[in-house]
């Protein structure tokens, strides 16, 4: 089966450092890029950012840009998202999903394989 | 950066009845545009990519339209699965980019 395994919930107090993990298997883990959204209590989805395992080549959404990194152990098939200095607003859950393509001649894409979701709280 | 916004936000329809879900671009995106189911406590769900085209396994009841800005999700004959919230979603290649619209929570009336 494919599938990404996300790390389990976290609770932790604002200005402290996180870092939440995904792991895929069941494909190869390599040749797909993989993206986190957030989604904040009772609110919509969110796209933060994106890599790619193989070169850990990653794009960042410009309103997460300078909170978090994005990175990849492509001999682990885990990608992480990492906060260095966490804030109450950080609050959510947060999902890895895989970008597929689709056609052959123009291409589309979508994310068609999701994590199960990590739940992150920061609170003092 | 691309803005997508959907209406309406909330939408009541009775089982079996028809919906329909719209989603607008602040600029063309050709039909670089997929669909997504949300349930209670669940991550997500690919249902149409390329504005039109269904993802293997999703019901012919979902269907697509749309290009450029405009863009439709029908839903025919709703069953009471399908009541959940629903995202549109850009996408871009070069570099990879995405955004989400805010979603319409479809309710049962």
């Known amino acids: 089966d494919v599938q990404l395994v996300q790390s389990g919930a976290e609770v932790k107090k604002p200005g402290e450092s996180l870092k939440i993990s995904c792991q895929g298997s069941?494909?190869?883990?390599?040749?797909?890029?993989i993206a986190w959204v957030r989604q904040m209590p009772g609110k919509g989805l969110e796209w933060m950012g994106i890599i790619y395992p193989d070169d850990s080549d990653a794009t960042y959404s410009p309103s997460f840009q300078n909170h978090v990194s994005i990175s990849v152990d492509k001999s682990a098939k885990t990608t992480y998202l990492q906060w260095n200095n966490l804030r109450a607003s950080d609050t959510a859950m947060y999902f890895c999903?895989?970008?597929?393509?689709f056609g052959s001649g123009t291409r589309h894409f979508g994310m068609d394989v999701w994590g199960q979701g990590t739940t992150v709280i920061v609170s003092s | 950066e691309i803005v997508m916004t959907q209406s309406p936000a909330i939408l009541s329809v009775s089982p079996g009845e028809r919906a329909t879900l719209s989603c607008r671009a602040s600029?063309?995106?050709?039909?670089?545009l997929a669909w997504y189911q949300q349930r209670p406590g669940q991550a997500p769900r690919l249902l149409i990519y390329g504005a039109s085209t269904r993802v293997t396994g999703i019901p012919v009841r979902f269907s697509g339209s749309g290009s450029g800005t405009e863009f439709t999700l029908t839903i025919s004959s709703l069953q009471s699965e399908d009541f959940a919230i629903y995202y549109c979603q850009q996408y871009s290649n070069r570099p990879p980019a995405f955004s989400f619209g805010g979603g319409t929570k479809l309710e049962i009336k």
């Open positions: 600029q063309t995106i050709s039909s670089n």
């Open positions: 069941g494909y190869n883990f390599r040749t797909y890029w």
């Open positions: 999903a895989r970008r597929n393509y």
